[in-house]
């Protein structure tokens, strides 16, 4: 079994709320005609106001993987906050972000030239959402979930990361209670970088493990 070609495609666009129609399947319409009635049916009963609905809304559609980016780099630049992401990744998110992770545990985990983290959620699909938005749909699909545990290296070589032999490549599975934060390497040729051009080398995939952090313009 290998991974889908076809999800590594478009998972972008499954990612993406506001999809086109076509990326959208036939259960999609039918869970968003429940939470519709389902808000209707609390707005009627005053126990949210629209108002609330509409602010809770808009705070999930501003978490992105923008925001653990931010996290990534001021852990490259700042080896205070880093080690304080690495103790407590939470109070970090909450230090930096000004938000809560909304997990009760969120671990993160350095890759090194040494030692490479994946992140798989084997059961569903345990994700940190609150600063990484909403997971892709390969991260969500059973070829990732039942193959990063048995087969990683393969895995991996299918994003196109190929890990030298002497990487020890260790998956982590997220479950209800812990979720993880992959913390990628700094790409070489950095040094000179400011934190918001940092940040914008810092991919999903890099934080999920099954890539790197992208490489800066003109460096080989």
């Given at each position: ?14 990612a ?17 005609h ?22 809770m ?36 998110a ?68 190929e ?26 040729g ?31």
């Amino acid at each position: 079994m290998s991974l889908d070609q076809d999800d590594h495609e478009r998972h972008d666009h499954e990612a993406d709320p506001h999809a086109p129609n076509e990326h959208r399947g036939p259960d999609t319409d039918v869970w968003e005609h429940r939470a519709a009635a389902l808000q209707e049916a609390l707005v009627a009963k005053g126990l949210v106001t629209p108002d609330q609905v509409r602010a809770m809304i808009e705070d999930w559609e501003s978490r992105t993987p923008a925001l653990g980016a931010r996290l990534i780099a001021r852990a490259w630049t700042d080896p205070v906050f880093k080690a304080r992401l690495l103790a407590d990744a939470k109070s970090a998110a909450r230090e930096l972000l000004g938000i809560d992770p909304g997990v009760p545990e969120l671990v993160a985990l350095e890759n090194t030239d040494r030692v490479h983290h994946v992140v798989v959620c084997t059961l569903c699909s345990c994700y940190p959402r609150a600063i990484l938005g909403v997971p892709p749909a390969w991260y969500k699909g059973l070829a990732y979930r039942s193959r990063a545990i048995v087969e990683p290296r393969g895995v991996l070589r299918e994003f196109g990361l190929e890990l030298a032999p002497w990487v020890e490549v260790r998956v982590v599975d997220s479950t209800a209670d812990m979720r993880y934060l992959v913390l990628p390497e700094r790409p070489a040729g950095t040094e000179r970088m400011s934190e918001q051009e940092l940040a914008a080398l810092v991919t999903r995939d890099s934080m999920i493990g099954v890539a790197r952090a992208k490489e800066p313009i003109g460096v080989t």
